[in-house]
């Protein structure tokens, strides 16, 4: 394993550098990526940052937003050489390389590999990690990797809009797993006179017509309410994307909806896909639906916001969820809010 100083010294001189994500970007993968992008190239590397898969509209607002490489059917040849040719390649915001379409590429390049990272589990891959389940996001911890290097002079406008953008989508506007030193961090980024109001109306009230369509109709048609197990599940067909004309990104957020109901401690949003059903899942307390989503979905994640996968068929796939309802029952049965309540009286 490779020493900070190792990896500093390394960092010292210019290299060819490629960076990515996991599958689907969300605001923190994108977020992060681009904002290491932001801090190399002052270092006079050859950085480029390659995307598995399509990323929200949304999240195109990020500065060099526009060099990114979309690893598509038209550029595989394209990030196949980048890789190739890369010296450094820098795995975030996912730590098992099945979690990125070109997964299999980066174990077997010959390239030094970075990964930074806060979700469970890691694969052992990597030549440096900063791995740290307790931090908020993945964006937390290239503000720390640029402290660690001796370099919080070099932050800039761009580097703090874009982890900005990666810590406040990670901690759902700060809701979730925020603690003073990512409140630290925060004003540290806002002191680099970054745009909150453009950052966050692109972030949360960039919704299209379409994608409110989908969500009205998902909570109106497509909500099962299990409140024997203070549970709620949103489930969606390939009709119903293709009805509303759906893009990258507009089911963000909607399993929070379901979490939402007063009570529901376990929520699940379930997506039909032409290959496979796709699931997210989240919790409120000490309900860990990652071990749920690790032995029954093939899944894994954080304690209270994992995802897993079925090829059982959609309805199949309810059915399963609701038939493992009764092994969870000492832990559901109880309201979330109602256990607060009892706790603090």
Known sequence: MMELDKLKVLLSSP??????????????????????????????????????????????????????????????EATTTILNNSTIIFILDFSALRRNAFGTQI??????????????????????SLWDTKASSTGELIYRLIDMLGDKHLLNQDIATCLYTAICSDTGRFKYNTNPNVLRITADLLEQN????????FLFDNYSFNRLLLMGYAISERLIWIEEYNTAIIYLAISDFRRFNCESGDTEGLVNFA????????????????????????????????????????????????????RLGLHPTLDKIKSLLPKYADELQQPYITALVKEKK
Do not use: W
């Open 15 to 76: 290299q060819k550098i490629s960076i990515t994500m996991h599958d689907r970007p969300d605001g923190d993968a994108i977020g992060s990526s681009l904002a290491l992008y932001h801090y190399l190239i002052q270092g006079g590397h050859e950085v480029s940052v390659i995307a598995p898969t399509a990323y929200p509209i949304f999240l195109q607002f990020l500065p060099a937003n526009n060099l990114v490489t979309l690893h598509s059917d038209a550029n595989l």
């Open 194 to 201: 970054i745009d909150l109001d453009v950052i966050n109306s």
């Open 107 to 128: 174990g077997e390049a010959k390239a030094k590999k970075v990964m930074i990272d806060h979700h469970l589990d890691p694969e052992d891959f990597a030549d440096f």
């Open 259 to 310: 979490l939402n109901i007063l009570g529901v401690k376990f929520a699940a949003l379930v997506k039909e896909a032409p290959d496979m059903i796709k699931i997210s899942f989240r919790s409120k307390g000490d309900f860990s639906v990652k071990d749920l989503a690790n032995k029954h979905f093939n899944g894994g994640g954080h304690k209270n916001a994992s995802g897993g996968s079925s």
